[in-house]
């Protein structure tokens, strides 16, 4: 340790990265100490008997800057030699829902002298550099400039790139001119010196780079991304997420809101998180990648439904949503699955996969054995399937109302904790829901849990299951031509649930389930009245949607690869958490994380 004396005062260094010293705020005197962690700064007004600390972990400085700086409304800097500001993460409560909106602290400090204030920038700098390995310097940015209400050069222009700029993150920008012009360029450019890839746009923009960046590393290690039971090849490129889309449900899902800001304050700290992701295979050739949903019956039909009312907007699938459900379809297939281990997590077992899961951390230990920094992650990355004995099977058949496959819970807006509100971001895992064929009510009352916290597979017509595959096929008489059938013929077939049970095969399994209880009289009455809404012929067989894109293929093998891709996200940070958090450190050294409490 050595003090250095500087005028009449002292200041403290205990080793290159710890300094302590008298810092002035607005003409109030405070105690500043750096740890190798954090930067606090505590009043020492005599009156301040609470001694209110403001502290900010090192690794959410986005900025230190000599001279007193504003950047917004825009860049200005007042060029006082004995002045410095520091640029932090500040969270701002997102009014009792899930997730907190992160904003820019801004602090700007004076010093004794010169000498101390350069002390001070030099220190912070050094601590930043050492606790954020994974900050990126360099990044790629597409702009899907018709994204969601067209806004994406705009959002990315005025609030993202004056942020990047703060942090000395260099950015190449494409403002693309063609749908896949993003999955092609990173398919076959040069993507030397990028640390990641910034996308600006929707789940459509966003599942282009996820094509891409998969394509290019499994083009690179060699690796066929056909074959189902490869292990593919991590990417090593981060993925950023700049939400400007109708629907950004990958946003949601790992940041827990839909800001620009607080995801560019993600990107710019390098934040981690990994992603599960499904490979779609049709007869051994893979068809697309998916995230968020993989689903068969009502959500391919609202998706087909919407593409007709692409000029409503975002409010078609509310639109098609109705339609669909009036028509009151279900299908008939053969799901087969192989289970997860349970031992590790169920999907009914309540809990949230929120930043910092420890489900998702003990995954990452097993995918990644050998690996004690981040920066060796790849290299060690452990195959999923050549070492765990695959497991069995298991396999049903019968109607459906839908079939959904996610491999992260698929929080959104529309329904704040998703399709599977259990589900992990990174666990290597996936959520099997099984909707069986029931009466309308009974599927209205799913469908309307999705947007409450209520329980929707607590209901005697749905299942879930953990899995790490899953396998879709028609039953043996509805096998052939099944999309052109969807295309242009259908079926005399009679729809509703009276004849579930006897066209089941796993008769079984319903019985377990209830669905093949008999109707009460109010059911049948709704029954009857939504059939005469609906159309008496539909098709005898759905279609898939995987993120929002139709597939080409009805009968698939989906294969869940853990933690294939990595985004500048930490998950959801659960809002309460924060809170507790703060009380403690408050009780303990009367702090507040990253912001006053004053
Ligand atoms: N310049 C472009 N012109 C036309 N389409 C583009 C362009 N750039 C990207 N796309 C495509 O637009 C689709 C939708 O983009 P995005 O997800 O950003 O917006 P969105 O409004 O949320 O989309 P959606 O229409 O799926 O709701 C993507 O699948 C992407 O491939
Ligand atoms: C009575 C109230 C009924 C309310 C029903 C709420 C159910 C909401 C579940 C929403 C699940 C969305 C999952 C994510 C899907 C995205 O990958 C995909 C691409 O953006 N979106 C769609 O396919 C868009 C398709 C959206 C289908 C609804
Ligand atoms: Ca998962």
């Given at each position: 340790?050595?003090?250095?004396?500087k005028?009449?005062?002292?200041?403290?260094?205990?080793?290159?990265?710890?300094?302590?010293?008298?810092?002035?705020?607005?003409?109030?005197?405070?105690?500043?100490?750096?740890?190798?962690?954090?930067?606090?700064?505590?009043?020492?007004?005599?009156?301040?008997?609470?001694?209110?600390?403001?502290?900010?972990?090192?690794?959410?400085?986005?900025g230190?800057?000599?001279?007193?700086?504003?950047?917004?409304?825009?860049?200005?800097?007042?060029?006082?030699?004995?002045?410095?500001?520091?640029?932090?993460?500040?969270r701002?409560?997102?009014?009792?829902?899930?997730?907190?909106?992160?904003?820019?602290?801004?602090?700007?400090?004076?010093?004794?002298?010169?000498?101390?204030?350069?002390?001070?920038?030099?220190?912070?700098k050094?601590?930043?550099?050492?606790?954020?390995?994974?900050?990126?310097?360099?990044?790629?940015?597409?702009?899907?400039?018709?994204?969601?209400?067209?806004?994406?050069?705009?959002?990315?222009?005025?609030?993202?790139?004056?942020?990047?700029?703060?942090?000395?993150?260099?950015?190449?920008?494409?403002?693309?001119?063609?749908a896949?012009?993003?999955?092609?360029?990173?398919?076959?450019?040069?993507?030397?010196?990028?640390?990641?890839?910034?996308?600006?746009?929707?789940?459509?923009?966003?599942?282009?780079?996820?094509?891409?960046?998969?394509?290019?590393?499994?083009?690179?290690?060699?690796?066929?991304?056909?074959?189902?039971?490869?292990?593919?090849?991590?990417?090593p490129?981060?993925?950023?997420?700049?939400?400007?889309?109708?629907?950004?449900?990958?946003?949601?899902?790992?940041?827990?809101?839909?800001?620009?800001?607080?995801?560019?304050?993600?990107?710019?700290?390098?934040?981690?998180?990994?992603?599960?992701?499904?490979?779609?295979?049709?007869?051994?050739?893979?068809?697309?990648?998916?995230?968020?949903?993989?689903?068969?019956?009502?959500?391919?039909?609202?998706?087909?439904?919407?593409?007709?009312?692409?000029?409503?907007?975002?409010l078609?699938y509310?639109?098609?949503?109705?339609?669909?459900?009036?028509?009151?379809?279900?299908?008939?297939?053969?799901?087969?699955?192989?289970?997860?281990?349970?031992?590790?997590?169920?999907?009914?077992?309540r809990?949230?996969?929120?930043?910092?899961?420890?489900v998702?951390?003990?995954?990452?230990?097993?995918?990644?054995?050998?690996?004690?920094?981040?920066?060796?992650?790849?290299?060690?990355?452990?195959?999923?399937?050549?070492?765990?004995?695959?497991?069995?099977?298991?396999?049903?058949?019968?109607?459906?109302r839908?079939?959904?496959?996610?491999?992260?819970?698929?929080?959104?807006?529309?329904?704040?904790?998703?399709?599977?509100?259990?589900?992990?971001?990174?666990?290597?895992?996936?959520?099997?829901?099984?909707?069986?064929?029931?009466?309308?009510?009974?599927?209205?009352?799913?469908?309307?849990?999705?947007?409450?916290?209520?329980?929707?597979?607590?209901?005697?017509?749905?299942?879930?299951?953990r899995?790490?595959?899953?396998?879709?096929?028609?039953?043996?008489?509805?096998?052939?031509?099944?999309?052109a059938?969807?295309?242009?013929?259908?079926?005399?077939?009679?729809?509703?649930?009276?004849d579930?049970?006897s066209?089941?095969?796993?008769?079984?399994?319903?019985?377990?389930?209830?669905?093949?209880?008999?109707?009460?009289?109010?059911?049948?009455?709704?029954?009857?009245?939504?059939?005469?809404?609906?159309?008496?012929?539909?098709?005898?067989?759905?279609?898939?949607?995987?993120?929002g894109?139709?597939?080409?293929?009805?009968?698939?093998?989906?294969?869940?690869?853990?933690?294939?891709?990595r985004?500048?996200?930490?998950?959801?940070?659960?809002?309460?958490?924060?809170?507790?958090?703060?009380?403690?450190?408050?009780?303990?050294?009367?702090?507040?994380?990253?912001?006053?409490?004053?």
């Amino acid at each position: 340790m050595s003090f250095v004396r500087k005028g009449e005062r002292y200041f403290r260094m205990e080793s290159d990265l710890t300094l302590e010293s008298s810092l002035w705020v607005e003409n109030k005197r405070y105690r500043a100490v750096l740890t190798g962690w954090h930067f606090r700064w505590t009043e020492l007004d005599k009156k301040n008997r609470d001694k209110r600390t403001i502290s900010v972990p090192v690794s959410e400085v986005v900025g230190v800057e000599e001279g007193r700086v504003e950047i917004l409304p825009q860049k200005s800097v007042e060029d006082t030699d004995k002045d410095f500001t520091v640029f932090y993460v500040k969270r701002c409560s997102n009014g009792g829902s899930h997730g907190l909106l992160w904003r820019l602290g801004r602090t700007q400090f004076s010093c004794l002298s010169r000498v101390l204030r350069d002390q001070w920038t030099k220190h912070l700098k050094a601590a930043l550099k050492t606790h954020s390995p994974l900050r990126p310097k360099r990044l790629l940015v597409f702009i899907n400039p018709f994204g969601g209400k067209k806004k994406g050069r705009e959002i990315y222009h005025s609030l993202v790139s004056p942020l990047f700029e703060l942090a000395g993150i260099s950015s190449h920008v494409i403002v693309t001119e063609r749908a896949n012009q993003a999955r092609d360029h990173l398919l076959k450019k040069d993507l030397t010196g990028f640390n990641g890839v910034v996308c600006v746009g929707g789940d459509g923009m966003f599942s282009e780079i996820l094509h891409g960046l998969i394509g290019r590393t499994q083009q690179e290690a060699g690796l066929c991304e056909d074959d189902p039971t490869v292990t593919l090849q991590p990417c090593p490129l981060h993925i950023g997420i700049i939400p400007a889309g109708s629907t950004d449900c990958v946003c949601f899902a790992t940041v827990g809101v839909i800001d620009p800001v607080t995801s560019a304050l993600h990107i710019i700290i390098g934040d981690s998180q990994p992603l599960d992701v499904c490979s779609v295979h049709q007869t051994s050739a893979l068809v697309r990648y998916s995230v968020s949903l993989l689903g068969y019956g009502f959500y391919g039909d609202v998706l087909a439904e919407s593409e007709k009312h692409r000029w409503m907007g975002p409010l078609r699938y509310d639109y098609s949503g109705t339609v669909v459900y009036l028509s009151n379809r279900s299908y008939a297939g053969v799901v087969q699955y192989l289970p997860a281990d349970p031992v590790l997590s169920s999907p009914r077992d309540r809990t949230r996969c929120l930043a910092g899961c420890s489900v998702c951390s003990r995954s990452t230990e097993r995918l990644f054995p050998n690996s004690s920094d981040s920066g060796s992650l790849y290299s060690s990355y452990h195959s999923q399937y050549n070492n765990d004995s695959e497991g069995e099977w298991v396999s049903v058949e019968g109607r459906f109302r839908c079939v959904s496959l996610t491999c992260m819970s698929s929080s959104n807006p529309r329904s704040p904790l998703g399709l599977s509100p259990s589900a992990h971001l990174a666990d290597g895992t996936g959520d099997l829901i099984l909707v069986w064929d029931t009466h309308p009510l009974g599927f209205l009352k799913f469908l309307y849990r999705h947007t409450s916290s209520q329980d929707q597979f607590d209901l005697p017509f749905v299942e879930v299951h953990r899995v790490k595959a899953v396998r879709f096929s028609l039953p043996p008489d509805k096998e052939e031509d099944s999309f052109a059938e969807r295309e242009g013929q259908s079926n005399d077939e009679e729809r509703g649930y009276t004849d579930t049970a006897s066209r089941n095969g796993s008769q079984q399994h319903l019985a377990e389930k209830g669905a093949a209880r008999e109707p009460t009289k109010r059911q049948k009455t709704a029954n009857s009245f939504l059939c005469g809404v609906c159309c008496s012929k539909a098709p005898a067989v759905s279609v898939w949607n995987c993120d929002g894109e139709i597939l080409p293929s009805t009968e698939i093998l989906s294969r869940v690869h853990g933690q294939l891709v990595r985004l500048y996200a930490r998950g959801i940070e659960d809002g309460a958490a924060v809170q507790d958090y703060r009380e403690e450190s408050d009780k303990r050294e009367r702090s507040c994380y990253g912001t006053s409490l004053n």
